[in-house]
């Protein structure tokens, strides 16, 4: 069969399932009534006044949780490039004797590398995730793996949680600090990460919670992110995390010149799309030029006197500076993206950690990004269709992560994509991306330093730029500007086997990792 | 007619392909591919090959095309000047250290042969002398009307204090006397004088306050070393609003005066003579630019 975007997909994988394939970004949200899903149970589990939670072997807390070959296990990425926990539990798990699990964190990053040994090993035998790196994603791309990989957006994990789709049986949750009971949170301790925002989901639904801390403070542990009532076991460990590289001190902004002409150009935009204004709600990546929106946008908000709802994602410590100018009401952090931002999710009553059900499932009664008005992101590429892929890199290996990006794409009444016309030779503007990630039908407006291009659809936007000196071109003319520049780069092969599956946010599948032929 | 001006002109290193291929995107007014100081001496080759093939096949909109060769006394001169003419879309040649008039005819005699040899429509390739030695500020008059070619003439800062024996200072007090020099040179010569750089790209402020008193002098442009100085500059050189006003309000005056066949006009109680009316073009001009960005 074929998705709405011609996607070839079987009609089932084995070790899968049956495959749904992606039918427009609400399709599956309007029809969900009819449906009829429930939230599948928790194993209910009972707690004598007096028991004891605090371990300090993993080993025989693991054999406590009931963890059989082929069950799934969870992780959360707040510790980023720092995590020591994922790899420490794997070398357990691997002495123990595990066959067949199935891993499925929030994310993986270059801290776990070292996954590819145990898959070819055999612990693990299926892997969940939002992002693949380094090694990892080469291994993937190559086809070495038997079952495809999945990948889900932030909130698309989160309904794939709550929908029952992804049955955790044991979740590992890094936990910075936690009290005897298992009240956690992320902003005490020495491997402070800020919002325990993705780890919040698998705390509610996994049927054993395995919190890991290096840092066991007395009761109770405030802020509570994660309850008591949620968490089985608490496990003792010398260090959760390399500090250096769960997050840098504040993240700064990019000096890089062509990131700041982008930038600029987007603000400018914005300003004029008919979305800014008083209460407006914002969203905006990490780092490079979606970044620097931010500075730009804050900056003519300052200038005409506006103020924002709120600034919702990942929160860095740039945007704290911008609601510190008094230029935000309100922060909701899902992920916190430096030190800096620590301290003021622990001390400002403005700056709240979310999970990530709140900020983006669309299967609950209203994630946060449903009032999203504007959301800035980044692209690996993008075709003339506003199709996005921010995973597969030039070279055909899944280098990146799907984050919340499609998540947003969908909710925002405006999505502005950030990105240079080519880097290092590669064009990032495309007649078709290599993965879909996010669909064009939900992207609005592309950014580059050689021009900007609306999508056509929006016709509101394209009569409220008219006149205001924006420059905006055809796509399809801003490419053929583009491959002027750079000529056609020769494509990558691919094979027939799929390496990994796109998991729209509903659910639906909207593409497929193909396997690399070198 | 097509408004050129030259607020600013960024140097791009020639041996760095990839600013070369952004030269055009930052909104600079010129672009100075340097061949000279930049480039190290066994990547000079590289550098010109790569400047010339990159003017020739890239395109570049909407900027003027420079190129700053290395100096008449080195064994590079010859072969600057004439791989990059050939490369078939060059606006201007600035010539550094130029210290006398002949050094520029020696130039323009190259800039003829070339322009013949590689069918370039004769004249179109313009001569900018780099003032950066004391003799070339003694002589900036000479130099700077020693062509038909040349429609702008530079300062360099770091050469000239250098030859002075002095130390280039934030200020720039050592250098106050060679840059009214200068820009009175260009002005008896009726051509464009473009300042030195600004060392210090994260000292915005202090780039504000030189550009502030280079335009003062009489400057018409500033030469810059990082798109982030581009933005800065242009709105130093802006037009205020009521200067806008005046301006269109002459142009007005001007055509209306034209058209009913009146010799003398005044705006706002004051004559409106030759000179006059060129600032009013120059200023509506670098509105509509301003606009533009």
Same mark, same amino acid.
């Given at each position: 069969?074929?998705?709405?975007?011609?996607?070839?997909?079987?009609d089932?994988?084995?070790?899968?399932?049956?495959i749904?394939?992606y039918?427009g970004?609400?399709?599956?949200?309007?029809?969900?009534?009819?449906?009829?899903?429930?939230?599948?149970?928790?194993k209910?589990r009972?707690?004598l006044?007096?028991k004891?939670?605090v371990?300090?072997?993993?080993?025989?807390?693991?054999e406590?949780?009931?963890?059989?070959?082929?069950?799934?296990?969870s992780?959360?990425?707040?510790?980023?490039?720092?995590d020591?926990?994922?790899?420490?539990?794997?070398?357990?798990?691997?002495e123990?004797g595990f066959?067949?699990?199935?891993?499925?964190p929030?994310?993986?990053?270059?801290?776990?590398?070292?996954?590819v040994?145990?898959?070819?090993k055999?612990?693990?035998?299926?892997?969940?995730?939002s992002?693949l790196?380094?090694?990892?994603?080469?291994?993937?791309?190559?086809?070495?793996?038997?079952i495809?990989?999945?990948?889900?957006?932030?909130?698309?994990?989160?309904?794939?949680?709550?929908?029952?789709?992804?049955?955790i049986?044991?979740?590992?949750?890094?936990?910075?600090?936690?009290?005897?009971e298992?009240?956690?949170?992320?902003?005490?301790?020495p491997?402070?990460?800020?919002s325990?925002?993705y780890a919040m989901?698998d705390?509610?639904?996994?049927?054993?919670?395995?919190?890991v801390?290096?840092?066991?403070?007395?009761?109770?542990?405030?802020?509570?992110?994660?309850?008591?009532?949620?968490v089985?076991?608490?496990?003792?460990?010398?260090k959760?995390?390399?500090?250096?590289?769960?997050?840098?001190g504040?993240?700064?902004?990019?000096?890089?010149?062509?990131?700041?002409?982008?930038?600029?150009?987007?603000?400018?935009l914005?300003?004029?799309s008919?979305y800014?204004?008083n209460?407006?709600?914002? +969203?905006?990546?990490? /780092? %490079?030029a *979606?970044?620097?929106? =931010?500075k730009?946008?804050?900056?003519i908000?300052? $200038?005409?006197?506006?103020?924002?709802?709120?600034?919702?994602?990942?929160?860095?410590?740039?945007?704290?500076?911008?609601?510190?100018?008094?230029?935000?009401?309100?922060?909701?952090?899902?992920?916190?993206?430096?030190?800096?931002v620590?301290?003021?999710?622990?001390?400002?009553?403005?700056?709240?950690?979310?999970s990530?059900d709140?900020?983006?499932?669309p299967?609950?009664?209203?994630?946060?990004?449903?009032?999203?008005?504007?959301?800035?992101?980044?692209?690996?590429?993008?075709?003339t269709d506003?199709?996005?892929?921010?995973l597969?890199d030039?070279?055909?290996?899944? +280098?990146g992560?799907? /984050? %919340?990006? *499609?998540d947003?794409? =969908?909710?925002a009444?405006?999505t502005?994509i950030? $990105?240079?016309?080519?880097?290092?030779r590669?064009?990032t503007l495309?007649?078709?991306?290599?993965?879909?990630?996010?669909?064009?039908?939900?992207?609005?407006?592309?950014?580059t330093?050689?021009?900007?291009?609306?999508n056509?659809?929006?016709?509101?936007?394209?009569?409220?730029?008219?006149?205001?000196?924006?420059?905006?071109?055809?796509?399809?003319?801003?490419?053929?500007?583009?491959?002027?520049?750079?000529?056609?780069?020769r494509?990558?092969?691919?094979?027939?086997k799929?390496?990994?599956?796109i998991?729209?946010?509903?659910?639906?599948?909207?593409?497929?990792i193909?396997q690399?032929i070198? | 007619?097509?408004?050129?001006?030259?607020?600013?002109m960024?140097?791009?290193?020639?041996?760095?392909p990839?600013?070369?291929?952004?030269?055009?995107?930052?909104?600079?007014?010129?672009?100075?591919?340097?061949?000279?100081?930049?480039?190290?001496?066994?990547?000079k080759?590289?550098?010109r090959?790569?400047?010339a093939?990159?003017?020739?096949?890239?395109?570049?909109?909407n900027?003027?095309?420079?190129?700053?060769?290395n100096?008449?006394?080195?064994?590079?001169?010859d072969?600057?000047?004439?791989?990059?003419?050939?490369?078939?879309?060059?606006?201007?040649?600035?010539?550094?250290?130029?210290n006398?008039?002949?050094?520029?005819?020696?130039?323009?005699?190259?800039?003829?042969?070339?322009?013949?040899?590689?069918?370039?429509?004769?004249?179109?390739?313009?001569?900018?002398?780099?003032?950066?030695t004391?003799i070339?500020?003694?002589?900036?008059?000479e130099?700077?009307?020693?062509?038909?070619r040349i429609?702008?003439?530079?300062?360099?800062?770091?050469?000239?204090?250098?030859?002075?024996?002095?130390?280039k200072?934030?200020e720039?007090?050592e250098?106050?006397w060679?840059r009214?020099q200068?820009?009175?040179?260009a002005?008896?010569?009726?051509?464009?004088?473009?300042?030195t750089?600004?060392?210090d790209i994260?000292?915005?402020?202090?780039?504000?306050?030189?550009?502030?008193?280079?335009?003062?002098?009489?400057?018409?442009?500033?030469a810059?070393?990082?798109?982030?100085?581009?933005?800065?500059?242009?709105?130093?050189?802006?037009p205020?609003?009521?200067?806008?006003?005046?301006?269109?309000?002459?142009?007005?005056?001007?055509?209306?005066?034209?058209?009913?066949?009146?010799?003398?006009?005044?705006?706002?109680?004051?004559?409106i003579?030759?000179?006059?009316?060129?600032?009013?073009?120059?200023?509506?001009g670098?509105?509509?630019?301003?606009?533009?960005?």
């Open positions: 069969m074929k998705n709405k975007l011609g996607v070839k997909l079987p089932h994988i084995d070790g899968i399932g049956k749904l394939p039918k970004p609400f399709a599956r949200v309007r029809g969900l009534k009819k449906e009829g899903l429930t939230t599948t149970g928790v209910m009972s707690s006044p007096g004891k939670k371990f300090k072997d993993l080993k025989k807390v693991i406590l949780s009931g963890l059989k070959d082929g069950g799934t296990i992780f959360h990425h707040h510790l980023r490039n720092g020591f926990l994922l790899m420490n539990v794997m070398k357990v798990l691997d123990m066959k067949d699990l199935i891993l499925s929030s994310s993986l990053t270059s801290a776990h590398q070292g996954i040994d145990y898959v070819r055999g612990v693990v035998k299926r892997i969940c995730t992002g790196r380094g090694e990892l994603g080469k291994f993937i791309s190559k086809g070495n793996m038997e495809p990989v999945v990948i889900r957006s932030h909130g698309g994990r989160a309904r794939a949680i709550k929908s029952g789709d992804v049955k049986d044991v979740a590992f949750i890094g936990a910075p600090s936690s009290d005897r298992g009240n956690l949170n992320g902003v005490r301790g491997s402070a990460c800020g325990l925002g989901v705390a509610e639904y996994a049927d054993c919670v395995i919190a801390t290096d840092h066991l403070v007395d009761y109770p542990n405030t802020p509570i992110s994660i309850p008591q009532y949620q089985d076991y608490i496990v003792l460990t010398d959760l995390g390399n500090p250096d590289k769960i997050g840098s504040s993240t700064r902004l990019t000096t890089n010149p062509v990131d700041h002409i982008i930038a600029e150009k987007a603000a400018k914005i300003f004029n008919g800014f204004g209460g407006m709600t914002f +969203q905006t990546g990490a /780092g %490079g *979606s970044l620097a929106v =931010a730009y946008v804050a900056d908000m300052e $200038a005409k006197g506006v103020v924002g709802s709120y600034a919702i994602g990942g929160i860095s410590s740039y945007i704290v500076d911008i609601y510190k100018r008094g230029l935000f009401k309100k922060m909701f952090d899902v992920q916190s993206f430096d030190k800096g620590v301290s003021s999710l622990l001390n400002n009553e403005d700056h709240l950690e979310i990530a709140f900020y983006a499932n299967f609950n009664s209203g994630a946060i990004i449903n009032n999203l008005d504007v959301v800035v992101l980044a692209a690996y590429e993008i075709d506003f199709n996005v892929n921010v597969v030039s070279h055909g290996y899944a +280098q992560a799907s /984050g %919340g990006h *499609s947003t794409s =969908a909710a009444k405006l502005v950030v $990105a240079p016309s080519f880097r290092a590669i064009p495309v007649d078709r991306v290599n993965t879909i990630i996010t669909p064009g039908e939900t992207v609005d407006i592309l950014v330093e050689r021009g900007i291009a609306v056509p659809k929006r016709k509101d936007l394209l009569e409220n730029f008219k006149g205001k000196g924006l420059n905006i071109i055809d796509i399809c003319d801003l490419k053929k500007k583009v491959d002027k520049i750079t000529l056609k780069p494509m990558v092969e691919f094979g027939d799929i390496c990994g599956l998991e729209y946010r509903d659910g639906t599948i909207i593409d497929t193909d690399v070198e | 007619m097509k408004f050129r001006t030259r607020r600013t960024l140097y791009i290193p020639g041996n760095n990839g600013m070369l291929q952004l030269a055009d995107i930052f909104g600079a007014d010129a672009v100075l591919f340097d061949l000279e100081d930049s480039v190290a001496p066994n990547e080759d590289a550098a090959d790569l400047i093939n990159m003017i020739r096949f890239r395109e570049y909109e900027i003027e095309i420079t190129v700053r060769i100096p008449i006394d080195t064994p590079y001169f072969r600057d000047v004439k791989e990059i003419i050939a490369s078939g879309n060059l606006d201007a040649i600035r010539l550094p250290k130029a006398s008039a002949k050094d520029v005819k020696a130039l323009e005699k190259l800039i003829n042969k070339y322009e013949e040899e590689f069918k370039i429509e004769p004249g179109s390739i313009k001569i900018h002398p780099m003032i950066e004391a070339g500020v003694i002589q900036s008059y130099i700077a009307s020693s062509s038909d429609d702008a003439i530079t300062i360099g800062g770091q050469d000239l204090t250098a030859n002075m024996g002095v130390s200072t934030k720039g007090k250098i106050l060679a009214s200068v820009v009175m040179s002005k008896a010569a009726n051509v464009d004088v473009i300042d750089i600004f060392a994260n000292d915005e402020e202090g780039l504000i306050e030189e550009t502030r008193l280079i335009k003062s002098l009489g400057f018409t442009g500033k810059v070393i990082n798109p982030r100085q581009i933005k800065p500059i242009h709105a130093v050189f802006a205020s609003k009521d200067e806008v006003e005046w301006a269109f309000e002459v142009i007005d005056a001007y055509e209306k005066a034209l058209k009913e066949g009146r010799g003398v006009i005044a705006v706002r109680g004051k004559m003579d030759p000179p006059v009316r060129k600032r009013a073009q120059r200023i509506a670098m509105a509509y630019l301003m606009e533009q960005e």
